[in-house]
């Protein structure tokens, strides 16, 4: 471990190494990369650049554990899962700041973030005494049938920027408690979140090679191993489709089980009988949320045309008083984009959407040239044959679509090739109801804008993948089901 050059009461929390078999350290190959604060271009740490050769490692390790780990009682795994989490909410300060430094979330949303991943592990504890079978009334007398839960084996966890500790405890708490072993793979923007979620599991008092963590900087070489590997039971993935479909095609050569929560598109409707003011709130706690980097953050937001006027001008109000900056920074509401790409990607959308015909109702640049800070911005005036309208923004732009109908409205809605999330206001109970299962999501919120919990099953359909992360299903993507039949003597 290093000491940290950010504020922090817990110097441990910054690590400079890996984790593999319960010692930390370097690659094997000693080449390291720089992990980069968005806001200011600071260097914050250097983490090991690691290759296959130090992931096969971990793989070992990880299988190795797997026998002892998978026969602990339930009652032991939900301890040590316990400690993890009351280590998390001791620390919880420390690690958001970890968490803005190296992503650029405000703080009070990364304080969020930790608190909403510790409650996935909190949630896990639990549920490992519920990993309940079944005994089947058997088709003979002498027969008894047993249906029994088994963990999957070794997982290969690998997880996103935008949520680093979120994330990773989503997927690390239910494989856990089901008693699989773990190779870790955060993303190469921001490992320090989960080096640091890490040395927390590890003074938990997790057992050596149960759970271990791989950092690089160049994950396809890491993907394919976890991939190719047989000792590797189960890939859970979150990111982007096009990653999706790769190592779902890499996996399938060993009909590998796979959980992938991928890209989003989510609709935002309004209807005319909705309450405004809560809609606005909504649309602005779903929409510029980290910057709009969410997979489940309003992407397009469609207002029926008898109230798009009133809705628009509250909207625009409201969007107008937030504040960005850096994330430490008291009262911000908005940090940086991740990367140059990141900002790229959204002026492209955007001036492909301009070129078409919207218009600029708010913000549409960066607040100073070459920084990845960008306004919170609103689009007008757009229509289906517009990019913003079938990609995902990732960024702080909304646009806005008018419609007539309710059956318009769901049409546009579902004319695309994600099935994430989907949000819409209204107060009459029969549309609520229509609309709700018309939609083509695995995630509906009806009048509110956030939906993320621990006690409901996660996940999308259609290109936006399969699986399903938090509730009692959770477990489900880490375990098996094996049919026992047991012949009885005479007696």
Same mark, same amino acid.
């Given at each position: 471990?290093?000491?940290?050059?950010?504020?922090?009461?817990?110097?441990?929390?910054?690590?400079?190494?890996?984790?593999?078999?319960?010692?930390?350290?370097?690659?094997?190959?000693?080449?390291?990369?720089?992990?980069?604060?968005?806001?200011?271009?600071?260097?914050?740490?250097?983490?090991?650049?690691?290759?296959?050769?130090?992931?096969? +490692?971990?793989?070992?390790?990880?299988?190795?554990?797997?026998?002892?780990?998978?026969?602990?009682?339930?009652?032991?795994?939900?301890?040590? +899962?316990?400690?993890?989490?009351?280590?998390?909410?001791?620390?919880?300060?420390?690690?958001?700041?970890?968490?803005?430094?190296?992503?650029?979330?405000?703080?009070?949303?990364?304080?969020?973030? #930790?608190?909403?991943?510790?409650?996935?592990?909190?949630? $896990?504890?639990?549920?490992?005494?519920?990993?309940?079978?079944?005994?089947?009334?058997?088709?003979?007398?002498?027969?008894?049938?047993?249906?029994?839960?088994?963990?999957?084996?070794?997982?290969? #966890? #690998?997880?996103?920027?935008? $949520?680093?500790?979120?994330?990773?405890?989503?997927?690390?708490?239910?494989?856990?408690?089901?008693?699989?072993?773990?190779?870790?793979?955060?993303? =190469?923007?921001?490992?320090?979140?989960?080096?640091?979620?890490?040395?927390?599991?590890?003074?938990?008092?997790?057992?050596?090679?149960?759970?271990?963590?791989?950092?690089?900087?160049?994950?396809?070489?890491?993907?394919?191993?976890?991939?190719?590997?047989?000792?590797?039971?189960?890939?859970?993935?979150?990111?982007?489709?096009?990653?999706?479909?790769?190592?779902?095609?890499?996996?399938?050569?060993? +009909?590998?089980?796979?959980?992938?929560? +991928?890209?989003?598109?989510?609709?935002?409707?309004? $209807?005319?009988?909705?309450?405004?003011?809560?809609?606005?709130?909504?649309?602005?706690?779903?929409?510029?949320?980290?910057?709009?980097?969410?997979?489940?953050?309003?992407?397009?937001?469609?207002?029926?045309?008898?109230?798009? =006027?009133?809705?628009?001008?509250?909207?625009?109000?409201?969007?107008?008083?937030?504040?960005?900056?850096?994330?430490?920074?008291?009262?911000?509401?908005?940090?940086?984009?991740?990367?140059?790409?990141?900002?790229?990607?959204?002026?492209?959308?955007?001036?492909?959407?301009?070129?078409?015909?919207?218009?600029?109702?708010?913000?549409?640049?960066?607040?100073?040239?070459?920084?990845?800070?960008?306004?919170?911005?609103?689009?007008?005036?757009?229509?289906?044959?517009?990019?913003?309208?079938?990609?995902?923004? $990732?960024?702080?732009?909304?646009?806005?679509?008018?419609?007539?109908?309710?059956?318009?409205?769901?049409?546009?809605?579902?004319?695309?090739?994600?099935?994430?999330?989907?949000?819409?206001?209204?107060?009459?109970?029969?549309?609520?109801?229509?609309?709700?299962?018309?939609?083509?999501?695995?995630?509906?919120?009806?009048?509110?804008?956030?939906?993320?919990?621990?006690?409901?099953?996660? /996940?999308?359909?259609?290109?936006?993948?399969?699986?399903?992360?938090?509730?009692?299903? /959770?477990?489900?993507?880490?375990?098996?089901?094996?049919?026992?039949?047991?012949?009885?003597?005479?007696?």
């Amino acid at each position: 471990m290093s000491s940290s050059p950010l504020l922090l009461s817990n110097p441990k929390l910054l690590s400079t190494s890996a984790y593999l078999n319960g010692q930390w350290r370097p690659a094997i190959s000693g080449r390291v990369y720089p992990v980069v604060n968005p806001a200011t271009g600071e260097t914050l740490a250097a983490v090991p650049d690691m290759a296959p050769d130090d992931t096969q +490692l971990a793989i070992a390790a990880a299988d190795a554990a797997f026998p002892a780990w998978s026969r602990t009682t339930a009652a032991y795994r939900a301890e040590l +899962l316990k400690r993890w989490h009351r280590l998390l909410l001791k620390n919880e300060a420390d690690l958001a700041r970890l968490l803005t430094a190296e992503q650029g979330k405000p703080l009070a949303e990364a304080l969020g973030e #930790i608190r909403y991943g510790a409650s996935f592990i909190e949630w $896990f504890a639990e549920e490992a005494r519920r990993a309940y079978g079944d005994v089947v009334p058997a088709q003979e007398a002498d027969k008894r049938i047993l249906v029994l839960r088994q963990p999957v084996g070794v997982a290969g #966890i #690998i997880t996103p920027w935008n $949520f680093p500790n979120a994330m990773l405890a989503r997927k690390m708490a239910p494989a856990l408690a089901a008693g699989c072993t773990l190779v870790i793979k955060p993303a =190469e923007a921001t490992p320090l979140s989960a080096l640091a979620m890490v040395a927390l599991a590890e003074e938990a008092g997790f057992p050596a090679g149960v759970v271990n963590i791989v950092t690089t900087r160049n994950p396809a070489p890491i993907g394919e191993a976890l991939t190719a590997d047989k000792r590797v039971k189960k890939i859970s993935f979150t990111g982007s489709t096009r990653i999706g479909k790769w190592l779902m095609e890499k996996a399938a050569a060993q +009909l590998k089980r796979l959980s992938l929560e +991928l890209g989003g598109n989510a609709p935002f409707i309004v $209807f005319d009988d909705a309450d405004l003011d809560a809609a606005v709130a909504g649309a602005i706690a779903s929409k510029y949320r980290n910057a709009g980097q969410t997979c489940v953050c309003a992407n397009r937001i469609y207002v029926q045309a008898g109230i798009a =006027e009133a809705f628009l001008a509250k909207f625009t109000t409201a969007v107008r008083q937030l504040r960005v900056g850096p994330g430490h920074e008291p009262g911000v509401d908005i940090g940086p984009l991740i990367n140059e790409a990141a900002v790229e990607k959204v002026e492209s959308l955007m001036h492909d959407a301009l070129s078409r015909g919207a218009s600029l109702a708010l913000g549409g640049s960066r607040i100073t040239a070459g920084s990845l800070f960008f306004e919170p911005t609103i689009l007008t005036g757009m229509t289906a044959d517009m990019q913003m309208a079938q990609e995902e923004v $990732f960024g702080p732009v909304a646009p806005v679509f008018i419609f007539s109908t309710e059956a318009e409205a769901i049409r546009l809605a579902n004319a695309t090739d994600y099935g994430l999330a989907a949000y819409f206001y209204g107060r009459d109970l029969s549309r609520v109801f229509r609309v709700a299962e018309a939609l083509a999501y695995g995630m509906v919120g009806v009048n509110t804008g956030l939906i993320s919990t621990a006690v409901a099953p996660f /996940g999308g359909i259609k290109e936006s993948g399969f699986g399903r992360e938090g509730s009692r299903y /959770g477990m489900d993507e880490y375990t098996y089901l094996k049919y026992v039949n047991i012949g009885l003597d005479a007696g």
